[in-house]
């Protein structure tokens, strides 16, 4: 089954009828995006918690953007360690599921890494990713995080990084269509994005119209029809799917993906 969503919940004063509108859309799933803070308080929380439950909205976090879990600063890692950590002790109270964020920047100035500088890179955020997960279950939190893919090509986050941060830390994943077409610089289909994948039984998705130039994405954009019926085709119906939409209009074409997925 295929759960169709909104990023972003708005205001806290129109948090509750936000969802309420979503439920009457056909929209199952609404990402709460704290892109500079966590602006939702305890007791706010909860009453959240209680509208998304009634309105049977599945909620997820996007954390804030300004993560770096490969800064060479030391203070700053921390920091982006707390932002995710902060983001899961509120996604509890929510009842959120998944914590989406992006990891870090390769953070070297060569145009050409060797493989041995994507290694070194990808030890260090699995060290603070492993960090994190012991936050997690020393507070018994069920909520899980999720390392995003990304779209550029000089940001860690391909689909093989962000696997293997789940194989070896026990996280779960965002896996982003757009980020990675736009990566690809338009060479990967989403049939080859679906199979590397397939594994899993449950999946949380971003997905939108993209623009993309050589250092892969620039911005996000309306998603064409044509874009959405070439996703929905490879996505089985069997498993658990959130997609999430990313676009401008994120209701809109939440909405227009429900549709399009009910007419095939």
């Not at 799933?29 to 706010?44: G, H, L």
């Not at 960090?131 to 000089?154: D, F, L, S």
């Amino acid at each position: 089954m295929i759960k169709f969503g909104v990023a972003g919940l708005g205001s806290i004063d129109e948090a509750v009828s936000n969802l309420e509108r979503y439920h009457k859309l056909g929209i199952g799933a609404c990402e709460i995006s704290f892109t500079y803070r966590v602006y939702i308080k305890d007791n706010e929380a909860e009453v959240i918690r209680k509208a998304a439950e009634k309105f049977n909205i599945q909620l997820s976090i996007h954390a804030p953007y300004w993560i770096n879990l490969n800064s060479k600063e030391r203070e700053k890692v921390e920091k982006s360690k707390k932002r995710i950590l902060d983001c899961c002790r509120i996604g509890e109270l929510l009842g959120a599921y998944r914590v989406v964020f992006h990891p870090g920047f390769y953070g070297l100035t060569k145009k050409v890494l060797t493989d041995e500088d994507k290694e070194n890179v990808y030890q260090s955020i699995l060290k603070e990713v492993l960090e994190i997960q012991k936050e997690i279950k020393k507070n018994k939190w069920k909520i899980q995080i999720a390392p995003e893919t990304t779209g550029k090509i000089n940001v860690f986050g391909s689909v093989d990084e962000i696997k293997r941060l789940v194989k070896d830390s026990g996280c779960s994943f965002c896996i982003d269509f757009a980020h990675l077409f736009a990566r690809s610089l338009g060479e990967m289909g989403y049939g080859e994005m679906y199979e590397s994948v397939k594994e899993f039984d449950e999946l949380h998705c971003h997905f939108s119209g993209i623009e993309y130039g050589a250092k892969g994405e620039r911005n996000h954009k309306i998603t064409p029809d044509r874009e959405i019926e070439r996703l929905l085709r490879v996505l089985p119906k069997n498993k658990k799917i959130v997609i999430i939409n990313e676009s401008p209009d994120t209701v809109g074409d939440a909405v227009k993906s429900l549709k399009i997925y009910e007419g095939m």
